[in-house]
């Protein structure tokens, strides 16, 4: 499990608490510290190492998503690698079970999970190729409730995608290591699609598992790139996919031309802020 962070100790803290209830002996955490200057998140980094529950990194760069992860990949000692967010925490017990189940199939070459927003509305199942403000890539069921089965049942169906997000994202080292790991041209965005269109380039599924089910906070640590020099930034790499895939990022396999690329319309079987019964056993909605 390769985790960036730079500070943010109130998010990678409740990371890291939930990785540990679930992870095997087999299993490494590797944190890849970007710059933390926080000396509450450096004495965390130092009590994890000298725990042995964590091996940290230290990457004093500029933020480049690709890069940073590159440079973990390549001190990881795991054949099978997951790229995580530090914002998220797990849900699913058997989360690295089933992805690496799923990445025992020759022809499945990544593994995606279902992530949620705090409130419990989806985040992200699978991404869908030619959606999104510069019609690169997005999420076709996002922000409708996470109970929700979505059109056709999608947003809680195992499925193939185009491409999945890095947020929590397994691959074999191997083929990771054949495709050249995440190109750095994309510092910061689209650089997980990139990838999954690559691997799937060389003739594998990337396959999004609904029960890999985590908590995801969406990039607190990192900001918003909706404004200013981000904004011009995050254009500039939707060009960059679009010289590189433009005529797939219009035709993707995987979801139907007949569907709007703004967002796919639904009526919420129940109301969009619900209990979430895996937290201090609160009742599923609708339980008596």
Not at 95 to 124: C, E, F, K, N
Not at 159 to 171: P, R
């Amino acid at each position: 499990m390769i985790i960036p962070t730079r500070n943010g100790l109130d998010v990678l803290k409740p990371c890291i608490d939930s990785i540990v209830k679930t992870v095997p002996e087999h299993a490494e955490i590797l944190i890849v510290d970007n710059g933390s200057d926080d000396p509450a998140t450096l004495s965390y980094l130092e009590s994890l190492s000298e725990q042995g529950i964590a091996r940290v990194l230290r990457y004093d760069e500029p933020f480049n998503f690709s890069l940073i992860n590159n440079f973990a990949a390549e001190h990881a000692t795991g054949d099978i690698l997951c790229f995580l967010n530090n914002d998220t925490e797990i849900l699913s017990g058997d989360w690295l079970a089933r992805a690496r189940a799923l990445l025992s199939m020759d022809d499945v070459g990544v593994v995606g999970a279902r992530l949620l927003y705090p409130d419990g509305t989806l985040q992200h199942f699978g991404i869908a190729l030619g959606m999104g403000d510069h019609r690169v890539a997005g999420t076709p069921h996002g922000g409708m409730n996470g109970n929700d089965p979505g059109y056709f049942g999608k947003a809680r169906l195992m499925q193939e995608f185009s491409a999945v997000t890095a947020a929590c994202l397994f691959i074999r080292r191997s083929d990771f290591t054949t495709v050249g790991g995440f190109a750095p041209e994309f510092r910061v965005a689209y650089n997980d699609i990139d990838l999954c269109l690559r691997i799937r380039a060389l003739g594998f599924k990337v396959v999004g598992d609904p029960e890999i089910l985590l908590i995801h906070k969406e990039s607190r640590t990192r900001g918003s790139d909706k404004t200013g020099e981000r904004a011009r930034r995050l254009a500039a790499e939707a060009a960059r996919m679009h010289d590189r895939w433009g005529d797939l990022l219009r035709n993707d396999p995987f979801y139907s031309p007949n569907l709007s690329l703004d967002r796919l319309d639904f009526a919420p079987a129940v109301p969009p802020r619900v209990p979430m019964p895996w937290r201090q056993g609160e009742p599923a909605a609708g339980a008596p």
